[in-house]
């Protein structure tokens, strides 16, 4: 399936989601840009379900966050068809102050590591992941430093 | 803390009981700092806890306060052994956004580098693996001391390069910041010919190794599942039958013009990553051959020398750039906010993703195969906690 076809068929199953098609015309560059979609939080995970077996996306690149300060946190996925090299990149914004996404570790298991990193480093929790934990950072370390609010100066506490 | 357990394991062990046992963080075969807390029964691990993050420093936060012509140099101390395809990534996202292009001699300096290094990257990974599961291949240090000296023959390269060993700040937004120096290319030529002789002469003392086929062969295998679903990359996941080589998909940089094999092994088990690294290694060398024969003349950077490190000005944009590292796919997903630093960077580490499949393969192995397996996924520390 190609980058045109995927966006044909998420725009016909998924009329909420916006597909950006900016991204898709830096091919010039020699490189697949991703299909970047943007979907509502509530579909979110039946969204990543209709990417894994309707576009056929099972590998899993990586997940994360961007904090865009007022507008809140957005969550970043990205999952390719390693078979006919579609790139697709899924986003959704969870509102501002909100930071609780729904758990995509029952579709992938490489979001397990990939949830707990993110919860880490903006606090998001992941609801329906089976063990969110800190996992780069200390249990006891206070704050989530990837956060804008989150100076990059912060005392911490002394080395234990 | 492995003494007492031994003790324990003798005085309490009845055949039923469940030991848990630290392996780590400073275990030899971790390879850098990693905590594996295991559980076991007799010899047999049933549980294991992956601890990472010793080595974090946040890169993604450091990538927010430097500007594109500062980070480059910084990329490279994610994956310090592998330092050229991580700052190949950064500028290559840096340049999606930009739409900036890079001359071809650029393209090509970049791909010798890149290849190389992948070389040097897989020669630390056989030295390290061999000497992990040691005394069994008769000898142990062997094989790592051959290795370490062909690896020292691609860092002498690089230092008549760019003047540094280990961490290089070779490649800048718009193109690379050395030219060959005068006789580079020979000396290049002589070192190929002697690592592709070499590399004939390990795979000959291992796989006439009945213990290394032993310990090798059936241990930790990953299935195609869940190779994709970990999204594990580059021999973990040609190893398991994906055929899956950016350099092939996406053609980056200038991967097109060359020829070169991507190999794939099915068995999914120890020995087949290491059969995929043995081919990589030729096809690594034979690209570097191909691109110093047709290496174009020209510039080597698509912009002027910077007079300030704030000069480089990437438009409002946002990119993902991966490149098929050493240890799979290494990834760059930049947002710019059209200011001289970025607004967000995220590092998505190959050996993050590969590590992740510990904890899914390692169970039902016995405490031996624990190191075997390890060192077959090659993981390195500084791009795991980044």
Known sequence: ????????????????????????????????????????????????????????????????????????????????????????????????GVSACPSLTMLYRGADWMERECYDMFGIRFDGHPDLRRILLGDDWVGHPLLKSYAVDTPHPPYR | MTTANAGRVELDYAGSERLTMNMGPQHPSAHGVFRAILTLEGETVVGIDAVIGYLHRCHEKLAETLTYAQYPSIASKTDYVAAMTSEFAYVRAAETIGTIEVPKRAEYLRVIAAELQRVASH?????????????????????????????????????????????????????????????????????????????????????????????????????????????????????????????????????????????????????????????????ALRIVRQALDRLPDGPISSRPGLKSVAQVRIPKGEAYARIEGARGEVGCYLISDGSAKPYRMKWRGASFSNLAVLPHIIPGHKVADVVAIMGSVDPVFGEVDR
């Open chain 1, 1 to 96: 399936m190609t980058g045109e076809q995927a966006r044909a068929a998420i725009a016909e199953r998924y009329p909420a989601a916006t597909v950006d098609a900016s991204a898709l015309e830096r091919r010039s560059l020699g490189e697949g840009g991703p299909v970047t979609v943007t979907v509502p939080v509530d579909s979110w995970v039946e969204f990543a379900h209709f990417a894994k077996t309707t576009l056929g996306c099972r590998f899993f690149s990586f997940l994360s966050a961007v904090d865009w300060k007022d507008e809140g946190l957005e969550v970043v996925v990205k999952v390719d068809n390693v078979d006919t090299g579609l790139s697709l990149l899924m986003k959704t914004r969870l509102g501002p």
């Open chain 2, 123 to 283: 020669l630390l990974w056989l030295g390290t693996w061999c000497l992990d599961m040691g005394g069994a291949l008769g000898g142990g240090a062997t094989i790592f001391l051959y290795c370490i000296r062909e690896r020292e023959l691609i860092l002498d390269l690089f230092e008549s390069l760019v003047g540094a060993r280990l961490l290089y700040g070779f490649y800048q937004v718009g193109g690379v910041r050395y030219d060959l120096p005068a006789g580079w290319a020979d000396q290049c030529r002589t070192t190929v010919d002697l690592i592709e002789q070499r590399i004939g002469e390990y795979e000959r003392m291992l796989e006439d190794n009945p213990f290394f086929m032993v310990r090798t062969q059936g241990v930790g295998v990953i299935s195609r599942e869940l190779a994709q679903e970990l999204g594990i990359g580059g021999p973990l996941l040609r190893g398991s039958g994906v055929h899956h080589d950016l350099r092939r998909a996406d053609g980056y940089s200038s991967y097109r013009d060359f020829e070169f094999a991507v190999p794939v092994e099915t068995s999914g088990d120890c020995f087949a990553r290491y059969r995929v690294r043995m081919v990589e290694f030729r096809q």
